[in-house]
């Protein structure tokens, strides 16, 4: 197409063209058209273009962890992370997920900076691509015995040596983990960082909070699908309207102190 041809086009027509990658020739002869929608369109596309540039730079600075396991020919780089440490209710999820080396999932990020549709749609999108996945949940009963620090770093064990595709190095998200046989580094913050804990942070979420949601019509009233088991007004007041249930943490307040003989009403 000429630039005297594609003048002669109608907006609509250059609207369409303007989509997806096109010919930077065309988005400069937009604006360069006399018409100003015509320029409105090219300016909408440049946008576009420039922010679907800065998600792909996002996405591979998210790998210069991995990068550096990468150069060393360890291409299994799992990253492991856990949710549900806070709560005084529910187990607390661990997942280990293996990558393909730069795999680019469009919005990737920290599961506790996306909305749960977004969740559920990488979510989906992990278990296709991800060379390996698994998933470890820890009940009340176990975190009460080991205490949930202790409880977290164990499932992260468990998570990682069963995966089905055995790790060559791990990226952990600040839990050290020692008695490993693979080079591990510990980020703070690591789910910010790396793609890989990223993309466990979003498996360990889906996974506990869906749990939560199964246990919301098990266990009536409590709504444990709202507040998935963290201490609100809406759990407080369940608490002392119905006890508590074989979901709730006895090591933690305070579910502590009413098995200890506190009366509820004074919680």
Same mark, same amino acid.
């Given at each position: ?16 063209l ?23 369109a ?33 291409f ?8 549900g440490r ?15 080396p730069?795999?680019?999932l469009v ?24 060379v ?5 949940s820890?009940?009340?009963?176990? @975190?009460?015995?080991?205490? @949930?620090y ?10 990682i ?18 008695d ?17 804990i990223?993309?466990a ?6 996974t ?7 246990m ?10 709202i507040h998935k ?8 007041q369940?608490i ?8 709730h943490?006895?090591s933690?307040e305070?579910?502590k102190?009413?098995v ?8």
């Open positions: 197409m000429t630039k005297n041809d594609f003048h002669q086009l109608k907006v609509k027509e250059i609207k369409e303007l989509q997806g990658e096109c010919s930077f020739d065309y988005v400069q002869w937009a604006l360069e058209d006399s018409r100003e929608s015509v320029k409105n090219a300016g909408v596309y440049l946008r576009k273009q420039k922010k679907v540039l800065e998600e792909q730079q996002r996405l591979e600075a998210m790998y210069a962890y991995e990068d550096s396991f990468y150069e060393e020919g360890k299994l780089v799992a990253g492991v992370d856990e949710v806070g709560p005084i209710a529910g187990p607390v999820t661990v997942a280990a997920v293996i990558l393909p730069h795999c680019k919005g990737l990020n920290d599961s506790k900076k996306l909305t749960p549709e977004k969740r559920d749609a990488l979510f989906d999108q992990i278990m296709e691509v991800a390996a996945v698994h998933c470890v820890y009940e009340a009963e176990v @975190i009460d015995k080991l205490n @949930i202790e409880a977290t770093r164990q499932a992260m064990y468990e998570a040596r069963n995966l089905p595709v055995q790790a060559e190095a791990v990226l952990s998200d600040a839990m050290k983990l020692p490993l046989d693979v080079p591990v580094e510990s980020l703070i913050k690591g789910d910010s960082k790396s793609a890989s990223a993309a942070s979003i498996v360990a979420k889906v506990r909070d869906r749990f939560m949601e199964s919301d019509e098990e266990y009536p009233g409590f709504g444990f699908a088991g963290y201490y609100t007004d809406v759990h407080k369940a002392k309207d119905l006890g508590i249930t074989p979901l943490r006895h933690f305070p579910i102190s009413i200890a003989g506190k009366p509820v009403e004074e919680i």
